[in-house]
């Protein structure tokens, strides 16, 4: 028998190795900071719940006893339906699912392990297979990520720190940003 938060953290273990192996394969010249923020944008939440709801249809499967819960999984499920793995994996920073919907795909990678014997083999093919459609729009030519970006421009200009705080959440821009300068 093993517990969920075990279960959960074997899954999250497993999806990892099945990316990076994916990823080293397919591109061996690839530097470990390419293939980190690749890995990252294929395991991020928004990725797995678009292969939890656009692949393998479990949010069809989910039981939930709460209302608040349920309406905003179902309140989500067409934007990501309505949604391209590659605007998942380009655009993944624009999509804040609801946690279950990558929960249930890391839950199922969980139950396949254990199911299978614990034959690691056999889940990276169930799991490299599910995951298709986000892994082949991989590349380590991809623009990076906005918010990424703009980090690794605030750290090479020499700021020493950057503070975002919600001024309105009601507002179209909710945030401030303010960006101590180099001294």
Same mark, same amino acid.
């Given at each position: 028998?093993?517990?969920?938060?075990?279960?959960?953290?074997?899954?999250?273990?497993?999806?990892?190795?099945?990316?990076?192996?994916?990823?080293?394969?397919?591109?061996?010249?690839?530097?470990?900071?390419?293939?980190?923020?690749?890995?990252?944008?294929?395991?991020?939440?928004?990725?797995?719940?678009?292969?939890?709801?656009?692949?393998?249809?479990?949010?069809?499967?989910?039981?939930?006893?709460?209302?608040?819960?349920?309406?905003?999984?179902?309140?989500?499920?067409?934007?990501?339906?309505?949604?391209? !793995?590659? &605007?998942? +994996?380009?655009?993944?920073?624009? #999509?804040?699912? =609801?946690? *279950?919907?990558?929960?249930?795909?890391?839950?199922?990678?969980?139950?396949?392990?254990?199911?299978?014997?614990?034959?690691?083999?056999?889940?990276?093919?169930?799991?490299?297979?599910?995951?298709?459609?986000?892994?082949?729009?991989?590349?380590?030519?991809?623009?990076?990520?906005?918010?990424?970006?703009?980090?690794?421009?605030?750290?090479?200009?020499?700021?020493?720190?950057?503070?975002?705080?919600?001024? !309105?959440? &009601?507002? +179209?821009?909710?945030?401030?940003? #303010?960006?101590? =300068?180099? *001294?």
């Amino acid at each position: 028998m093993i517990c969920h938060d075990l279960a959960n953290v074997i899954a999250k273990a497993v999806v990892d190795a099945v990316v990076m192996t994916y990823l080293f394969k397919k591109f061996p010249r690839a530097n470990s900071g390419q293939l980190s923020s690749l890995r990252a944008r294929a395991v991020c939440g928004p990725a797995l719940a678009f292969v939890a709801v656009c692949v393998l249809n479990l949010h069809t499967f989910l039981l939930a006893d709460h209302p608040g819960l349920t309406t905003a999984v179902e309140k989500y499920i067409p934007t990501l339906q309505a949604t391209s !793995s590659r &605007d998942i +994996v380009l655009q993944s920073w624009a #999509h804040d699912p =609801p946690k *279950v919907l990558s929960d249930i795909f890391e839950s199922l990678v969980a139950a396949v392990l254990i199911d299978s014997g614990y034959n690691f083999d056999k889940t990276m093919c169930i799991v490299e297979t599910a995951m298709q459609c986000i892994l082949e729009v991989l590349s380590p030519d991809l623009p990076p990520e906005p918010v990424s970006a703009f980090y690794l421009w605030a750290a090479k200009s020499g700021c020493k720190r950057i503070h975002l705080r919600c001024v !309105s959440p &009601d507002a +179209v821009c909710p945030y401030s940003l #303010h960006i101590e =300068p180099p *001294v």
